[in-house]
C-alpha cells in the first residue's frame, strides 16, 4: 500500500512556467510534509516543508498548498528554471519521523 | 549551517563481502539518524532509525545481523553491510537531525554500492 502518492511521474515545463507537483496521502494522521529536491547522483536535499496546521508555505519561487480535508498538496515552481530540473519528493511523517517517501516526480524544464 | 557528510560517496565490493559507510553530522547535534536505502528506481527504503541512547529500530526486512549500526555520539554514525549481494546495491542515505519535532531529516549525499 503506497501511503503517499506524487503525480506526475515525470514532468515538462518551458522556462518561466510554474511547474506543479502533485503529492496526495492516506494516512489522516501525517502532519508534516517536506518536500525534497534531488539532482542525478546526489543525496535529496530539503526543498521546503509544510505542517498540517497550514494551507500554505511560500518560500521564494516555491510554495507548497496544503489540503488537509482532501489529503493533498501541491508544490508550485513559479518562474521556472533549466537550473530546477531534478526529482522532487513528497514526504510525510506523523512525528515519529519516520518519512514516508512519494516515488517522485521528474521535472525537466526547457530553455 | 548544518550539513551531513557521508563517505565514501562510491564503493564497490564483491559479491558476499562487506563494507562500512560513515555518516557526520556538521553544525548540529544529530540525536537521531536513519538509514535509507534508495533503488534504482528511485524508491526510498527505511532501514532503520538510531537515536541517541535508545535502541536502533530495524524495519522489516532488515535485520542488525545483515546491517549493524552504530551511533556513538551526536555527530557520528556508521553502517556496515554485511556478505553484501547484488539485492544490497543501491544509494544509501543517512537522514541526521536534531532533538526538535517535526524537523525533516537532512541527507547527505549518499553513498553508493556496487556489488560485483
Known amino acids: 500500500q503506497q501511503q503517499v502518492r506524487q503525480s506526475p511521474q515525470s514532468l515538462t515545463v518551458w522556462e518561466g512556467e510554474t511547474a506543479i507537483l502533485n503529492c496526495s496521502y492516506e494516512?489522516?494522521?501525517?502532519?508534516?510534509f517536506p518536500w525534497y529536491q534531488q539532482f542525478p547522483g546526489e543525496g535529496p536535499a530539503l526543498l521546503i516543508s509544510?505542517?498540517?496546521?497550514?494551507d500554505k508555505k511560500e518560500d521564494g519561487r516555491f510554495t507548497i498548498f496544503f489540503n488537509k480535508r482532501e489529503k493533498k498538496l501541491s508544490l508550485h515552481i513559479a518562474d521556472s528554471q533549466p537550473g530546477d530540473s531534478a526529482t522532487y519528493f513528497c514526504?510525510?511523517?506523523?512525528?515519529?519521523?519516520?518519512?514516508?517517501f512519494g516515488s517522485g516526480t521528474q521535472l525537466t524544464v526547457m530553455p | 549551517g548544518a550539513l551531513v557528510y557521508q563517505y565514501p560517496r562510491r564503493t564497490i565490493c564483491k559479491s558476499g563481502t562487506s563494507m562500512r559507510m560513515e555518516c557526520q553530522a556538521v553544525?548540529?547535534?544529530?540525536?537521531?539518524v536513519a538509514w535509507y536505502r534508495q533503488s534504482p528506481q528511485k524508491t526510498f527504503e527505511l532501514i532503520a532509525l538510531?537515536?541517541?541512547?535508545?535502541?536502533?529500530?530495524?524495519e522489516q526486512n532488515f535485520t542488525q545481523e545483515k546491517f549493524p549500526i552504530s551511533h556513538p555520539n551526536l555527530s557520528f554514525s556508521s553502517m556496515t553491510v554485511l556478505n553484501a549481494y547484488l539485492e544490497d546495491r543501491g544509494l544509501y542515505l543517512c537522514g541526521a537531525r536534531g532533538g526538535y519535532n517535526n524537523q525533516a531529516p537532512l541527507f547527505g549525499e549518499g553513498t553508493r554500492l556496487s556489488v560485483l
Open positions: 538510531s537515536t541517541v541512547n535508545s535502541a536502533i529500530k530495524y
Open positions: 494516512n489522516s494522521a501525517f502532519d508534516y
Open positions: 553544525g548540529f547535534q544529530a540525536t537521531s
Open positions: 509544510i505542517l498540517s496546521v497550514s
Open positions: 514526504a510525510a511523517t506523523s512525528g515519529s519521523w519516520q518519512l514516508i
